[in-house]
């Protein structure tokens, strides 16, 4: 068995001194930060905001009742009336009334995300660093779905992008199914932990992309890259997955700094 050396050997000498020495004092930096009770709607609040901005629940879409959401997050209704009443503030669903009324989940329009100068700078330091976190996490999800994909997985993929190649693709349409494509390749990938950690950088990022414009050079653009994806996919080329991803998330990043600058000149 190999030796430890003699200098590590005395620091942890040093560490260990028995509790009734009074010689030992090593103090350690230790970063403790505030708690505060989490309330149940919170739980209920996030859950639902992460899946209106995954497109998981659509634009337009009605949620259920009161009583159905209730019972489905095992909760009371005043819980879940408070959590839709922060979604309504946050304009991310709105109410109807009436015999065909209920509560419906909001479009995302340009117009609702415009902020002062000031805010648009913020919000691009905290996105540059998610951008950041996701060149990391993205690719490599990539690669290893190229490795690990199945043949459903490979024909949601696809489905996705003849959706997305209809003339008749809307801009809420284009934005949900750029988000399930990604998302599939996440879930292909066969690790739970990359897969959370895209859907979580997706629910932070996606209210910016949805600031994107959408025109036919857009989707195009867009449709064309997902499309070798899905090739790099088909044939296990893992490392050309890794590398078209890459690309891609870059070229997100390019895009939507272009698109705050010219807000901020703009406003």
Known sequence: MNQLPHALLASFAVLYKSEE???????????????SAKKISDFVYEQLEEAIILKELM???????ERELAQTFNASRMVV?????RLEESGLIYKKV?????????????????????????????????????????????FLAAGRVTAEQLSMMESYIVLSSS??????????????????????????YLERAVRMIRTQINP?????????????????????????????????AKALMTQHIAKSSDSIYAQLTRDEQSI
């Open 21 to 35: 020495s009074d010689n030992m004092n090593i103090n350690f930096p230790v970063e403790l930060k505030q708690v």
């Open 59 to 65: 634009p337009n879409q009605q949620l259920p009742t």
């Open 81 to 85: 009336r408070e959590a839709l009443s």
């Open 98 to 142: 009436g015999a065909k009324g209920g509560t419906f989940v909001q479009p995302v329009t340009l117009h609702s995300h415009l902020r002062s100068p000031q805010e648009i700078r913020e919000k691009w330091d905290r996105l540059s660093e998610l951008f950041e976190f996701r060149s990391f996490i993205e690719p490599e999800a990539a």
């Open 167 to 192: 003339e008749e693709c809307t801009r809420e349409l284009f934005r949900a199914l750029d988000v399930k494509f990604h998302l599939e390749i996440a879930k292909a990938s066969g690790n739970f």
């Open 208 to 240: 910016a992309l949805d600031l994107m414009p959408y025109n036919e050079e857009v989707r195009q653009t867009n449709l064309s890259k997902h499309e070798q994806l899905l090739e790099a996919m088909k044939n296990r080329d893992q490392q050309l």
